[in-house]
C-alpha cells in the first residue's frame, strides 16, 4: 500500500484554529478510502487527526523541517499533502522542498504544485499573474526614500494607505486623504521604519468584500463551492468579520462577474484541490479588485462546507491524488458528483468570536490583523433569524442584539462605528435604536444599506416587545413576530416581561421550531444526510425515530 | 429503532474553551454508537469535527443554549443528553434541562451543582477528611477583607464560575485588595468572591473515570511552574517527576474518595497544590478537560469511551478496568493498587509527556505576555520521548520556543526568582551561550562568578534593553514580572517588544529552569527519538 504523508497543522492559534483537525481528519479517511495508508506528523495531540482511527501511523512530533525529514526517513512516503495544515503545512512543504529534502526521499508533493503555492503567495509573482490575465489587482507602491514619496504625491490614488516596513505593531501607519496627508505621515513613516521603506496602497475601506470558494482538478475542470460576503466592508480581516452565505447584496451581474473572475484566477494559477479567492466590490460601481488567494484549505473553506453541505477537504484529497470532480461522489446526496455546484435555500450568518473578555487591556479594534480565536454558525430560512441564532450561541455577555451598557455618548458611538471593534454589531443596534437613520448608519460605517436595514427590522421587534411592557394586549402577535425573526424564549421574556409560553397556546402559535436539512442542492436531487437547522416554518424535513424503547 | 441520545458540543473556541473538548465529543458519539445508541450532536462551531455531517448520526447545527438543545431532545424523543463533554457551555445547561424535563445522562446535575457550589463543596472536603486551602466565599469587600486577614496574605481573588480563571489575580497586602476585589466582583455580577490562600507549592492534576463505584485514575500530570500560573498556561509532564510516591497515591485517593462521594459517572478533574509533603485540592470540574486527549493518547486510556460507557451503566470491571491507578510497566498495562505502586520504585510510563501551551501574543497588541493565574494560551503542544529531557526540548521547540542563532540570552528576573537565576546562568555559560542582564540580576550572576554583560533598562537610558531587540542582538529573553500591581509598565514593553521581533520570552522562572535543562538537545537534537505514538508506548522504558 502506498504511503502517503498528510501534515497537520500544529499548535491552535489565532488564525489558525480547530478548522484544520476537521479539513485534516476529512482528507485523511479520504485517502484511505482510495486505498492509501496515512502517516501523520502534528505536534497537537487535542486533535481527531492524531488518533488511530483517522491515520494509520501517527507521529507527535514538533513541526519542524529536521523532525518531519526524520520522518520522512523512517517512512518513506510516496508523496506528501500539504494544502491541509494551514499556513504551517504549507510552509514547512516549501522549507521541505527547498532543503532538497523531498528530491532526496523521492517524494511526490500531491495536489497543487508548489509553482502555484508560490505564485498565489508571492506578491509580485501574483500581481504580474493577475495583469496577465487582466484581473485588477489595487495599485500599490514601494517607497524607500523621500524623493520617490514626493514622485508619488501627484499619482496615487487618494485615500490611500501608508504601510510602513519593519516597526513594532505597525505603528507610523496610516491612511493618507490627500498629498499633504500622503507626505507628511509617509516622511514619519520612513523614520520609523528600520529598513526606511513603506508601502503606499489604493486604499479600498469601505468597498464590499466578498469571498469565493473554488475547486480545480487536475484536468482542469472547476466549480465554484459557494460565495460568502462580509457584512464588515474592507478594513476587517475576514476571520474578524461578520460573514454571510450566499451573499445577499450583489446583484445577478456582479455575483456572474466575480464567479467568472474566480474561476479565471484558480485555472491560470493551476491549483489542484481547493482555493480561497478574496475580492473587493465598488458599492457604488462595478468595478472590483482581487485581493489575496489563499491556494489551499483555509478557515473559509471550513466554513464553506459547514454552510453548504459540501466536504470540501474531502474532495481535495482526492484530486490530489488524481481523481476528478466528476469521478468523486458527492457523500451528502450520493446520487450526485462532486462536480455539481451546491445551492443554498437558507441562509448562513458566521460571527467571530473574540478574547477581549480575558483581555481586558487588549486593543478591541479590528483590523487587517485578526483577532478573533473562533467562531460560531447559524442556519435558518432569513437572515434576521439565522443572525438572532448566531449572537445568542456566541455566548458572550449579551443574548441578542440589546448591550449591558448603553452609556456611550453620540459621538463615542459614531467613532465606534467608523472604527469598528468586537463590538460593532451591538453599536450599529445601538444607533439604530437611537433614531439614527439607515443612511447615517451607512455613512459613518460602511455597512452595506441592507444589512442595516434588516438590523432596524430587528431593533424594531425589540422595542415592540419592549411595548409589551405597557401595553399586553398585542402580546400573541408581538410573540409571534418576534419568534419568527429568531429571538428565543429567554430574550422574548426579558425584553416584555411577560412569560410567552403562557400568553401563546400552542393552537394559535407553535412554539417548537421546524428542522430543515441541508442537503448541498436545495432539494433537487434526493439525499438523506441527516443535518438539519431549526427554523421557523411548518414542514419538517427531519425524520424523527419513533417510539424508542430502551432501558439506560 | 434505536434510542438516541444527544451529545452537546462546547460552542466556539475560546480561551479556556479549546478544540480539546471537540475530541471529547467526537469520542462520545463514536463510543454511543458502538454501544447501539443513534447519537446526535447539538453544536455550532463550524471549525469542529463534531459537526462534520458524517460524525454522528444526526447533526443539529444550532447554538447550545438551552431552548434550542432542549427544542432537538423534544424533537428526537431522545432519552437522555449528554453534558460532560462540551466543555462549560454544556455543563452549565446540566440543572436547566433537567428542569426542563429532560434526563441528563452521567454524573448527575446535583452532583455538578455540589462541586460547583463553595460552601457545600467545602463541607464534602472536609467530612472526606480531604485538604483544601483555607478560603472563603464573600460577597463584599468588607467581608472580603475580613476573610484575607484571617487566611494571611498573599490570597488568591477569583469570580465564581467563569473560565479559565478569568479577573483572577493574586494579592500579596490589604492595600490592592479593594482593586482586585472590584474586578472579580464585576466579572460574575451578583456571585460570590472567593478569596483563597495562595499556596505556593507545586502542582498537579489528575483526570479521573468512574462508574460511580471503581475509579480509575489513567494518569497523573505534574506542572513544571509552581502555583499563580493558570494550568493551562502551565507546562505539565506525564508521569510526574519531582512528587514522591505518597504523594502521588494520596493525589489517587483523593480522587477515588470524591468521585465515590458525589457518585461520578463518567469524567472528573482535580487540581491539587503540593505543600511541604501536604496535598491540597484546589479545583475540582465534574467534566472532561482540556487534558482528557493528552493524556489518553500517551496511557492508552480509551478515557471518553470508558466515561460513555460508564454514563449509560456499565461499569469500569465490565470493561475490563477497576479503580486504581494506570501503569504500563515492563511490556504490561494494568491497573495497579497502592502496595503495588509504592514498591515500583520507578515510572509507570515507558515514556514522558510534556505539555506546553501555545499562545497568540503577536495577534493581540497591548497583551502582557506574561503568565499569571489568569489563562491566556490559545493552543498546546505535546512532546514525547524516552527522557524527560527529550519530552521537555520537544514540547519547547514546538511551542516555539527556540534560540536565535544570533546575540546574546537575557536575563532580566524578579527579586523573588533571582536565585534561580544563577543556576539557569550557569548552565547557559556551560552550554557556550553569552548572557547579558539587567543590573540587579548581574550584579546576582557576577557574585556567583557567572559572567554576563550589564545591560541598560529602557527608564536608564540608551542603549538599553529595548535597543538591542530592535537591533536584533537578542537570541532569547527571560523576563519574569514582580507581584501584581507593582511592574514598571517599561518591563511590559520589553515582553511585548519580544513578541513584535518574534524573539522568543521565557516570563517564568520554572519554564526557565525547565528550558536550561534541555540544553544539551538543543546542542544536539539528533539525541531526541522520533517515532510513532504506537512505538512509544511499545518501547520499554530506557535505562540510564
Known amino acids: ?552 | 429503532m434505536k434510542p438516541t441520545v444527544v451529545v452537546l458540543g462546547s460552542g466556539p473556541i475560546r480561551i479556556g474553551q479549546g478544540i480539546e473538548f471537540d475530541y471529547s465529543c467526537v469520542h462520545c458519539v463514536w463510543a454511543l454508537q458502538e454501544l447501539g445508541y443513534r447519537a446526535v450532536i447539538v453544536n455550532n462551531n463550524p471549525e469542529t469535527v463534531s459537526t462534520d455531517f458524517d460524525t454522528a448520526d444526526a447533526l443539529y447545527f444550532e447554538p447550545v443554549t438551552l431552548h434550542d438543545v432542549a427544542a432537538v431532545v423534544r424533537h428526537e424523543r431522545a432519552e437522555g443528553v449528554v453534558v460532560q463533554f462540551g466543555g462549560q457551555t454544556a455543563i452549565n445547561l446540566a440543572q436547566p434541562l433537567e428542569q426542563a424535563g429532560i434526563r441528563v445522562l452521567g454524573t448527575s446535575p446535583r452532583s455538578i451543582a455540589m462541586a460547583e457550589d463553595r460552601g457545600q463543596f467545602d463541607r464534602i472536603l472536609a467530612d472526606l477528611g480531604v485538604r483544601r486551602p483555607p478560603g472563603a466565599a464573600v460577597n463584599s469587600l468588607d467581608d472580603g477583607l475580613r476573610a484575607a486577614d484571617r487566611i494571611g496574605y498573599p490570597v488568591l481573588v477569583r469570580p465564581s464560575f467563569v473560565l479559565g480563571g478569568r479577573a483572577m489575580e493574586i494579592v500579596r497586602d490589604s492595600s490592592s485588595f479593594a482593586e482586585f476585589y472590584r474586578e472579580a466582583e464585576s466579572a460574575s455580577p451578583g456571585q460570590p468572591v472567593l478569596v483563597d490562600s495562595y499556596l505556593a507549592g507545586t502542582e498537579a492534576e489528575i483526570d479521573v473515570v468512574s462508574d460511580g463505584e471503581d475509579t480509575l485514575v489513567p494518569g497523573l500530570m505534574e506542572h513544571i511552574e509552581r502555583a499563580g500560573v493558570h494550568s493551562g498556561d502551565s507546562m505539565a509532564v506525564y508521569p510526574p517527576i519531582g512528587l514522591n510516591p505518597e504523594v502521588q497515591w494520596e493525589m489517587v485517593e483523593t480522587g477515588r474518595l470524591i468521585a465515590r462521594e458525589l457518585k461520578v459517572k463518567g469524567l472528573m478533574n482535580i487540581q491539587f497544590a503540593v505543600v511541604d509533603g501536604q496535598v491540597y485540592v484546589i479545583e475540582v470540574n465534574p467534566r472532561a478537560s482540556r487534558t482528557v486527549p493528552y493524556l489518553s493518547k500517551v496511557t492508552g486510556v480509551p478515557m471518553v469511551q470508558l466515561a460513555t460507557r460508564a454514563m449509560v451503566g456499565r461499569s469500569l470491571a465490565q470493561e475490563g478496568y477497576g479503580s486504581g491507578l494506570w501503569a504500563r510497566h515492563e511490556g504490561q498495562s494494568r491497573v495497579i493498587g497502592r502496595q503495588e505502586f509504592l514498591a515500583l520504585g520507578e515510572p509507570i510510563s515507558p515514556v514522558y509527556a510534556v505539555k506546553a501551551p501555545v499562545f497568540s501574543f503577536q495577534k493581540l497588541g497591548k497583551v502582557d505576555p506574561a503568565l499569571g493565574p489568569e489563562m491566556k494560551s490559545t493552543g498546546e503542544v505535546l512532546g514525547i520521548d524516552r527522557t524527560f529531557e527529550g519530552a521537555l526540548y520537544k514540547a519547547l521547540v514546538a511551542s516555539g520556543v527556540t534560540f536565535r542563532s544570533r546575540g546574546q540570552v537575557i536575563l532580566t528576573v524578579a527579586e523573588g526568582d533571582k536565585a534561580h537565576a544563577v543556576g539557569i546562568g550557569k548552565l547557559l555559560v556551560d552550554q557556550g551561550y553569552s548572557i547579558g542582564a539587567t543590573q540587579g540580576t548581574h550584579d546576582v550572576l557576577s557574585r556567583s562568578g557567572i559572567p554576563s554583560e550589564p545591560l541598560k533598562k529602557i527608564q536608564e537610558g540608551s542603549p538599553n534593553l529595548l535597543d538591542r531587540l530592535m537591533a536584533g542582538q537578542v537570541s532569547l529573553m527571560v523576563n519574569t514580572p514582580g507581584p501584581a500591581g507593582q511592574e514598571t509598565e517599561h518591563a511590559q514593553r520589553i515582553r511585548r517588544a519580544c513578541i513584535e521581533t518574534g524573539v522568543a520570552c521565557v516570563t517564568n522562572i520554572d519554564t526557565a529552569t525547565a528550558l536550561v535543562r534541555a540544553l544539551t538537545l538543543y546542542a544536539s537534537p539528533l539525541e531526541a527519538s522520533c517515532m510513532t505514538l504506537g512505538e512509544y508506548l511499545a518501547t520499554p522504558q530506557k535505562v540510564n
Open chain 1, 1 to 552: 500500500m502506498e504511503k502517503i504523508l498528510v501534515i497537520g497543522s500544529g499548535p491552535i492559534v489565532i488564525g489558525q484554529a480547530a478548522e484544520f483537525d476537521y479539513a485534516g481528519t476529512q482528507a485523511c479517511r479520504s485517502l484511505r478510502e482510495e486505498g492509501y495508508s496515512v502517516v501523520l506528523v502534528n505536534s497537537n495531540p487535542a486533535t481527531i487527526m492524531t488518533d488511530e482511527e483517522t491515520a494509520d501511523r501517527i507521529y507527535i512530533e514538533p513541526l519542524t523541517p529536521e523532525f518531519c525529514e526524520r520522518v520522512i526517513e523512517r517512512e518513506r512516503p510516496w508523496g506528501l499533502l500539504a494544502t491541509l495544515g494551514g499556513q504551517t503545512g504549507l510552509n514547512l512543504a516549501s522549507q521541505l522542498a527547498d532543503l532538497g529534502v523531498l528530491e532526496r526521499y523521492g517524494v511526490k508533493l500531491l495536489g497543487t504544485p508548489l509553482e502555484a503555492i508560490r505564485k498565489a503567495e508571492d506578491r509580485e509573482l501574483f500581481r504580474s499573474l493577475m495583469r496577465e490575465i487582466r484581473e485588477p489587482v489595487p495599485e500599490s507602491w514601494i517607497v524607500e526614500s523621500e524623493a520617490e514619496l514626493e514622485a508619488l504625491l501627484d499619482t496615487a490614488p487618494y485615500p490611500c494607505i501608508i504601510r510602513p516596513a519593519y516597526t513594532l505593531g505597525g505603528t507610523g501607519g496610516g491612511v493618507a486623504r490627500d498629498r499633504d496627508e500622503l507626505w507628511e505621515t509617509g516622511r514619519k513613516g520612513l523614520k520609523l521604519s528600520m529598513r526606511s521603506q513603506l508601502m503606499v496602497e489604493r486604499s479600498l475601506l469601505g468597498w464590499k468584500e466578498v469571498e469565493y470558494e473554488v475547486m480545480r482538478d487536475s484536468k482542469g475542470n472547476c466549480i465554484t463551492v459557494c460565495n460568502m460576503e462580509n457584512l464588515d466592508p474592507m478594513g476587517v480581516h475576514t476571520g474578524d468579520s461578520i460573514v454571510v452565505a450566499p451573499s445577499q447584496t450583489l446583484s445577478d451581474i456582479e455575483y456572474h462577474m466575480l464567479r467568472t473572475a474566480s474561476l479565471k484566477i484558480i485555472q491560470s494559477l493551476g491549483i489542484e484541490g481547493g482555493c480561497n479567492v478574496q475580492l473587493a466590490v465598488n458599492p457604488k460601481s462595478f468595478d472590483y479588485y482581487v485581493i489575496e488567494v489563499n491556494p489551499r484549505v483555509s478557515r473559509s473553506s471550513a466554513l464553506a462546507s459547514k454552510a453548504t453541505g459540501y466536504p470540501i477537504a474531502r474532495v481535495a484529497a482526492k484530486i490530489a491524488v488524481g481523481k476528478t470532480l466528476d469521478e468523486i461522489e458527492n457523500a451528502v446526496t450520493k446520487t450526485t458528483k462532486a462536480c455539481f455546484e451546491p445551492a443554498l435555500d437558507y441562509v448562513v450568518v458566521k460571527i467571530p468570536r473574540w478574547p477581549f473578555d480575558k483581555f481586558r487591556t487588549g486593543d478591541r479594534r479590528l483590523s487587517t490583523q485578526m483577532k478573533a480565536t473562533g467562531e460560531v454558525m447559524a442556519i435558518a430560512r432569513s437572515f434576521e433569524e439565522a443572525m438572532m441564532k448566531a449572537v445568542r450561541g456566541l455566548e458572550v455577555a449579551s443574548k441578542d442584539l440589546t448591550h449591558p451598557d448603553t452609556s456611550l455618548s453620540d459621538e463615542a458611538l459614531e467613532d465606534r462605528l467608523r472604527h469598528p471593534t468586537d463590538e460593532r454589531l451591538w453599536h450599529l443596534a445601538e444607533a439604530l435604536r437611537r433614531g439614527w437613520t439607515v443612511k447615517r448608519v451607512n455613512e459613518v460605517s460602511r455597512v452595506d444599506p441592507w444589512f442595516i436595514e434588516k438590523l432596524l427590522g430587528l431593533v424594531e421587534v425589540e422595542s415592540r416587545l419592549v411595548g409589551l411592557r405597557t401595553e399586553p394586549s398585542a402580546a400573541r402577535e408581538v410573540f409571534r413576530e418576534a419568534l419568527d425573526s429568531g429571538f428565543d424564549l429567554s430574550t422574548v421574556a426579558r425584553l416584555s416581561g411577560l412569560a410567552p409560553e403562557e400568553a401563546l397556546d400552542s393552537a394559535s402559535v407553535r412554539l417548537e421550531p421546524s428542522y430543515k436539512m441541508v442537503d448541498t442542492c436545495a432539494g433537487e436531487f434526493e439525499s438523506d444526510t441527516p443535518y438539519y437547522y431549526a427554523t421557523r416554518e411548518v414542514e419538517d424535513d427531519a425524520a424523527v425515530p419513533q417510539n424508542p424503547i430502551s432501558v439506560l
